[in-house]
């Protein structure tokens, strides 16, 4: 006779089960190519070992086989048009399992996929867990190859980039998931990576987490208990797995997290946004529930013919209800952010489910049907509507990490305070304002619609239009220089795509493409910096430098007076500073020789100029008597 527990487990995987099957319903609508290859094929190319297909291992040591892939339907019936697609003539299933196969327990996303929050840039995670026990290190070596040949597949043929993630069940269990990967601060991610794992998996194939099962509305389930249920000699069922139990997170890990997320966050701040100020919910929430833990009571109160509620719609929905009424504008804009980031589209017939998902969300939260259209076509906003959101994009995030800052770093661990230092340089470097800098533009889209870039001179200032649009400049300056450094620095340098209108100055638009061209090839643009963390704990200092010697001045004056110094340090940032004399220019250089640093310096005067021989080689002179190196 079964238990009381057993019934809950039973009960309670009918109902996962029906949920993750809503997930993944939603994949297909949203991405059919890609749910079909990631929840078919890609269980059954690493469960087979066959030249031809993707991840053939020739001398393969130990067949692997994905857990419970003999009882997904959709795989058998699929399996005799994967072995036409890659012409093995074998009869019958390749499924048959040897004496010897390492088994992968499962195959797992984290993050958007199968949710309103999917969209055309979103990338699929998957975590393909294993017990160590099972493997030797040659069947660890040879799964990662496997792994590697198979998404390199992949990648030509999905548009969606798949990652994967080798993730030992033992480690889960005990939230060891090591440090981040190259682009984080350094910081060690443990129970957050938990939650946001059970708040966000769906089983491509392979055990269904046991965490998931521990529910009941009448009264709290032990998760120990429960395990020892399913671990004793007479349980049926051998489709469960123990990644551990998650009942709380330190505060010193949302800390850490955040400062994570606000790295990436100066390149993708509209994914970061909403991450963010979950974040930050989760810190001032001190001792309230885990969102998993409250997805995971909805998921199995929901009855029976009723639609699932969305994993991505329940955050966001948390985070707007923890500001309520205190905050309306943030409130607003938090909305159109997940509106522009999950790409909704109410008019799109092919995504039905995501739509009615979405609907129920923006009855909650409304957004004017005009404003709607507006948000859809973000990619087409005009540099004044992409600039002004993109700053208000920028100036929350830098809010956030204020606020984050100020109320945890008194409990921020000696790495955390690392990190803290690390990261203010950077947002320093990249947001904050300094004499003579090259300002960054704050995109939220990708590329900024900026096209036929138009140089005006309006009395003794350059302006520069989007073609004859005269309504917003793009930049403006004194100097022509520094209007010529921000363009490229900022990645709107095309030579093919830059005009002047008439004006009386001697600077001509070949000089101007010239000039430009040469600034990129010796510094790049911004969005090219690749800066070392560890650099970001050094004071700044010089690591570049072009002089652009009498760029305005008529070819025919023979003497220079006019130095447009373009520096870059080793915090990734531009500046240009003009220097009026001689007796400037050499207390620049003398500066910069007494830091003692071989700093890359190079010249840029017009070739048409009558001085251009005089000028290289006083320049020249200059140079080797600072012990610079003349680029």
Excluded at 168 to 193: K, M, P, W, Y
Aim: glycine content about 4%.
């Amino acid at each position: 006779m079964k238990t009381y527990i057993e019934k809950i487990l039973v009960r309670n995987k009918r109902r996962f089960n029906a949920y993750n099957a809503f997930r993944q319903q939603i994949f297909r609508e949203l991405a059919p190519k890609e749910a079909e290859t990631t929840l078919y094929l890609l269980p059954w190319l690493l469960s087979v070992n066959e030249p031809g297909c993707p991840g053939h291992i020739p001398r393969l040591k130990t067949r692997f086989r994905v857990c419970e892939i003999d009882y997904v339907k959709e795989i058998r019936d699929s399996e005799k048009a994967f072995k036409k697609a890659f012409r093995i003539r074998k009869q019958g299933t390749l499924l048959k399992p040897g004496r010897n196969y390492a088994p992968i327990q499962g195959l797992y996303t984290i993050g958007s996929v199968g949710s309103v929050g999917q969209s055309s840039t979103s990338d699929i995670d998957i975590w393909v867990c294993v017990d160590k026990n099972d493997f030797d290190m040659t069947a660890w070596r040879q799964l990662s190859e496997k792994l590697n040949l198979i998404k390199d597949w992949l990648d030509e043929k999905l548009k969606m980039p798949v990652y994967f993630f080798i993730t030992e069940i033992n480690a889960i269990r005990e939230c060891r998931f090591g440090s981040l990967d190259a682009e984080s601060s350094g910081t060690t991610q443990q129970q957050v990576l938990k939650e946001e794992f059970y708040r966000t998996c769906m089983v491509i194939c392979g055990k269904t987490p046991l965490w998931w099962l521990c529910y009941d509305a009448n009264k709290p389930l032990d998760y120990d208990q429960v395990l020892a249920t399913i671990q004793n000699d007479g349980y049926w069922e051998y489709d469960l797995i123990d990644f551990g139990d998650i009942e709380r997170v330190d505060q010193t890990e949302y800390f850490g997290s955040a400062l994570w997320l606000f790295n990436k966050s100066l390149s993708r701040p509209l994914k970061s946004i909403i991450k963010l100020n979950l974040l930050k919910c989760l810190l001032e929430a001190k001792g309230e529930r885990l969102l998993c833990h409250l997805l995971r009571e909805k998921v199995m109160q929901t009855l029976e013919g009723d639609m699932f509620p969305d994993f991505s719609v329940f955050t966001v929905t948390s985070i707007l209800a923890h500001y309520g009424d205190k905050d309306p504008a943030l409130t607003t804009f938090l909305t159109e952010c997940y509106y522009m980031l999950s790409e909704i589209n109410p008019y799109d017939n092919r995504h039905r489910l995501k739509n009615k998902l979405a609907g129920e969300f923006l009855k909650r939260f409304p957004i004017e049907r005009s404003r709607q259209t507006n948000l859809r076509k973000a990619g087409e906003w005009h540099f004044k509507e992409q600039l002004e959101f993109g700053t208000r994009l920028f100036q929350l995030l830098l809010r956030i990490y204020r606020e984050i800052s100020a109320s945890a770093a008194g409990a921020a661990s000696e790495s955390d305070q690392r990190d803290l230092t690390i990261l203010s340089r950077k947002i320093a470097a990249f947001y904050y304002k300094k004499d003579h800098k090259v300002p960054v533009v704050h995109t939220v889209t990708g590329e900024l619609n900026v096209s036929n870039l138009t140089l005006h001179l309006n009395d003794d200032v350059w302006q520069v239009f989007c073609g004859f649009d005269q309504s917003t400049p793009v930049i403006w300056s004194t100097n022509v220089v520094y209007v010529i450094a921000f363009i490229v620095w900022n990645g709107l340098f095309k030579s093919n795509d830059i005009h002047m209108r008439p004006n009386s100055s001697s600077v001509t638009l070949q000089e101007v493409v010239n000039l430009a061209t040469r600034i990129r090839n010796i510094f790049g643009t911004r969005s090219s910096q690749d800066i070392d963390f560890a650099t970001y704990l050094k004071k700044e200092f010089i690591n570049r430098v072009m002089v652009a010697v009498d760029f305005e001045a008529s070819p025919w004056y023979a003497d220079a007076s006019d130095y447009s110094i373009i520096y870059t340090n080793c915090w990734g940032e531009m500046f240009v500073h003009r220097l009026a004399n001689m007796r400037e220019f050499n207390a620049f250089l003398t500066q910069l020789n007494a830091e003692g640093r071989n700093i890359d310096l190079s010249y840029y005067v017009q070739r048409n100029t009558a001085s251009f021989e005089k000028l290289i080689e006083r320049a020249k002179q200059m140079t080797s008597v600072r012990n610079t190196k003349l680029a």
